[in-house]
């Protein structure tokens, strides 16, 4: 079975300072991972997304992933922080399988809201 | 396209009564899902289709039902809501010949059940 684990239900940093969120995933075979935000009251928005073809990952609004596999970690980092980052963060990850691989859902971290200080 | 739409945005129900939550999406995704997300608990998988027809049991499927006459559509039914149903429900959709695995997500439904 697949799961996923961030470290820290919050994280507050300064703005302009280095942006850290970590995830690391338990799975029995290679995993597609995501980073997915969500700002209040609103749905999930895709960040960005690891499929193999590049261990490190550049998504939307200068965020970008690492995965590294020896680690079993896929932590998301943007160099200098704004205030418009405030949000819920979600890693999520799905195993690939066979055709239909995806119909199993994807299985959710519980989030890290991130906190930005003016 | 509209891309995954929920209806309604918010619902209070009394307990023992039931309600359905509607999910539609316009991009011919075989593939859609319904999540309920708890304070602190990330999202959880309650039920999922792979197309018109078929349905399947996610993690947390008690006290829920679905349907899949359509692609485009996808309901969720409350059977006698419980306290315990009290969430925000996203619904999801892809598509496996696309891009993969991303899932697409509605804006939710927020239920209190008391």
């Known amino acids: 079975a697949q799961s996923v684990t961030q470290l820290g239900s919050h994280v507050s940093v300064s703005e302009g300072a280095l942006v850290l969120l970590r995830c690391n995933y338990s799975?029995?075979?290679?995993?597609?991972l995501f980073w997915y935000v969500q700002y209040p009251n609103q749905g999930l928005q895709l960040l960005l997304k690891?499929?193999?073809?590049?261990?490190l990952v550049k998504g939307i609004n200068g965020f970008e992933a690492e995965f590294k596999k020896s680690e079993t970690s896929f932590h998301l980092t943007k160099p200098s922080a704004h205030m418009s980052d405030a949000a819920e963060y979600f890693c999520?990850?799905?195993?690939?399988?066979?055709?239909?691989?995806?119909?199993?859902?994807?299985?959710f971290g519980k989030g890290t809201h991130l906190i930005i200080q003016p | 396209n509209a891309g995954v739409t929920q209806t309604p945005k918010f619902r209070i129900l009394k307990i023992g009564q039931s309600m359905t939550l509607q999910c539609a999406q316009d991009m011919n995704h075989n593939y859609m899902y319904w999540y309920r997300q708890d304070p602190g608990m990330g999202l959880k998988l309650i039920y999922y289709?792979?197309?018109?027809?078929?349905?399947d049991k996610g993690e947390v499927p008690n006290g829920y039902n679905v349907s899949r006459s359509t692609t485009e559509d996808f309901p969720l039914r409350l059977e006698l809501a419980a306290p315990s149903q009290t969430s925000v429900y996203f619904c999801?959709?892809?598509?496996?010949?696309?891009?993969?695995?991303?899932?697409?997500f509605g804006p939710g439904t927020r239920l209190t059940v008391t």
């Open positions: 799975s029995s075979v290679p995993p597609y």
């Open positions: 999801a959709s892809n598509d496996p010949g696309g891009t993969i695995y991303e899932q697409y």
């Open positions: 289709s792979v197309g018109a027809g078929i349905t």
């Open positions: 690891y499929t193999s073809a590049a261990t």
């Open positions: 999520a990850v799905s195993e690939r399988r066979g055709t239909g691989g995806g119909a199993d859902g994807l299985t």
